[in-house]
């Protein structure tokens, strides 16, 4: 291999480390005061957006908007990368949305406790009833497969909705905040953390109290965040089961996420133009 081609590999590398090199921010929903704020990787919190009404949970789609379900106005905010709030989904009075999912296809699927029952929103914004009779249900989590889960606080169960609507038991005598870490489901409730298996198999991950929040967020590193209603606390588990306080001082913390990573500015055509180099001196040396 001659120096160009070293040159074009080391150019798609680099590329590739500026892709995954920004650090990525936390948001959090702080009920009380009508604010989504941000937690840098550092711990610092800033307001994200404010004016809000009764924000209790967080989602994003693949292209970083962020969707803030309102329990008081009974409808779901959509909010850009850069801040600006629109109305996205409103759903009948007393219907009480209270957290949603995002699958792949950029789908919202948001619960409306009150009503019990699943409405899924199409990003151009149709309505239509997903799933009904869901009981006692909070939250919903989304696996890379666009299955659908819910915890069923009346009988302590985990369920699992297929795209298609049906849906099963998946785990039992269990139930909390949930979130995803790959194909690996992770709950949290005030015995401690679990981890849940594709196969429905739990195991435990960390033991003790870790109820308060509504869900946890990963980041791209597989470190587990949830928050702490009653401490006004945002809390980190690494993947060795430390934990620690990430940020304090928030006013009645819920919905807690991470937007999807985004390359630094560049990255994407410092990557093209290496895959690009790199192709010339390969068809150069086919050629000759």
């Known amino acids: 291999m ?37 937690i840098t990787p550092g711990g610092v919190v800033t307001p994200f957006v404010t004016g809000l009404n009764f924000p209790t949970s967080l989602s994003f789609d693949a292209s970083g908007n962020m969707y ?48 019990n029952e699943i409405d899924k929103v199409t990003p151009s914004g149709v309505i239509s009833t997903f799933l009904t009779g869901t009981g006692e249900t909070s939250q919903l989590v989304i696996d890379p497969s666009n299955n659908l889960y819910l ?20 785990a039992t005598g269990i139930s909390g905040a949930m979130g995803f870490n790959g194909n690996i489901l992770y709950v949290a409730n005030n015995t401690g953390i679990y981890e849940i298996s594709p196969a429905g198999v739990v195991t435990t991950f960390l033991l003790g109290d870790y109820s308060g929040g509504e869900n946890l967020a990963f980041d791209s ?34 919905g807690v996420a991470f937007a999807p990573p985004i390359p630094e500015p560049g990255s994407v055509a410092m990557l093209v133009g290496g895959l690009g180099m790199l192709g010339l001196v390969v068809g150069r040396r086919r050629a000759s």
């Open 68 to 115: 803030e379900s309102d329990n008081e106005t009974d409808s779901v905010n959509k909010i850009t990368p850069g801040g600006t709030v629109t109305l996205f989904a409103a759903f009948p009075g007393g219907s009480n949305p209270y957290d949603s999912a995002v699958d792949s296809s950029g789908n919202l699927f948001v619960n409306l406790n009150a009503a």
């Open 151 to 170: 915890p069923d606080g009346t009988f302590n169960n985990i369920d699992k909705v297929t795209p298609g609507g049906v849906e099963t038991t998946f």
């Open 221 to 254: 590193s597989g470190n587990l965040y949830y928050s702490n209603f009653s401490t006004g606390d945002v809390y980190e588990v690494t993947t060795g089961g430390v934990s620690s306080v990430f940020a304090s001082g928030l006013s009645q913390p819920l």
């Open 2 to 38: 001659g120096w160009w081609s070293y040159y074009a590999l080391l150019f798609v590398l680099l590329s590739l480390g500026a892709m995954t090199a920004r650090a990525q921010n936390l948001y959090v929903a702080e009920l009380d005061i009508g604010t989504v704020s941000m």
